[in-house]
Nanobody, 125 residues
Framework: QVQLVESGGGLVQAGGSLRLSCAAS????????MGWFRQAPGKEREFVAA????????VYADSVKGRFTISRDNAKNTVYLQMNGLKPEDTAVYYC??????????????????WGQGTQVTVSS
């Protein structure tokens, strides 16, 4: 079992930045693909960014490409999401997921076995 805890969310003005962290425990995540997803009220959970188990491949949703950066530190069992140039439409609960996922399916939330409880990100205009 892998337990995931997100942190770093908050309220920020449009154009600002936040850095989310996802700390894993229970077992090392070095063999797991890791992803960030978000869910706004009344909407489906959507893909944001993901990173392959060894960090050599990253994928992004078109809506965040060039503004968000996903990274991981396997020694610290932690994954990060640096969010710059935040927009009001980025407002959502952000979730971290983990799973043994083929690189071609990192965007699919159904491939993830473990999820955190989420952290709220609110961007004011």
């Amino acid at each position: 079992q892998v337990q995931l805890v997100e942190s770093g969310g908050g309220l920020v003005q449009a154009g600002g930045s936040l850095r989310l962290s996802c700390a894993a425990s229970g077992r090392p995540i070095g063999n797991y693909g890791m992803g960030w997803f978000r869910q706004a009220p009344g909407k489906e959970r959507e893909f944001v960014a993901a990173i392959r188990w060894n960090g050599d491949i990253t994928v992004y949703a078109d809506s965040v490409k060039g503004r968000f950066t996903i990274s991981r530190d396997n020694a610290k069992n932690t994954v990060y999401l640096q969010m710059n140039g935040l927009k009001p439409e980025d407002t959502a609960v952000y979730y971290c997921g983990a799973g043994r996922i083929p690189v071609g399916t990192l965007r699919s939330k159904n491939e993830y076995d473990y999820w955190g409880q989420g952290t709220q990100v609110t961007v004011s205009s």
